[in-house]
């Protein structure tokens, strides 16, 4: 990850390894990071800062997908209780729908 992401994980809460910090101040170089990355890097070697437990949340679908996911549902949806109806209308059993 690089120094911003951290950064930004940090200001947001989100919990940055160890690993990842180091990688990401290595790969600085002589630009001096911002103090928000020096006070969580102290307080990481203090032992305040704690790795969460427990499973990781479940990543949310955006609204895109799950309109794209709404929207094929509802056109089988659709199609399904069509032929439903045509068959009703027609006289023919249900088991016919292929």
């Known amino acids: 990850m690089h120094l911003d992401g951290v950064h930004l994980g940090i200001r947001v809460g989100s919990y940055v390894g160890p690993d990842e910090l180091t990688a990401a101040l290595r790969r ?6 911002p103090s928000e990355i020096t006070d969580y890097n102290c307080r990481m070697l203090e032992g305040t800062v704690k ?3 427990g499973r990781k ?20 949806y659709q199609t399904a209780t069509s032929k439903e109806a045509t068959l009703v209308k027609s006289g023919l059993p249900f088991d016919l729908i292929a």
């Open 28 to 33: 600085q170089g002589e630009r001096p990071a």
């Open 57 to 76: 949340g479940r990543r949310k679908l955006n609204t895109f997908q799950r309109d794209m996911l709404i929207r094929g549902a509802y056109r089988r």
């Open 51 to 53: 790795k969460p437990k």
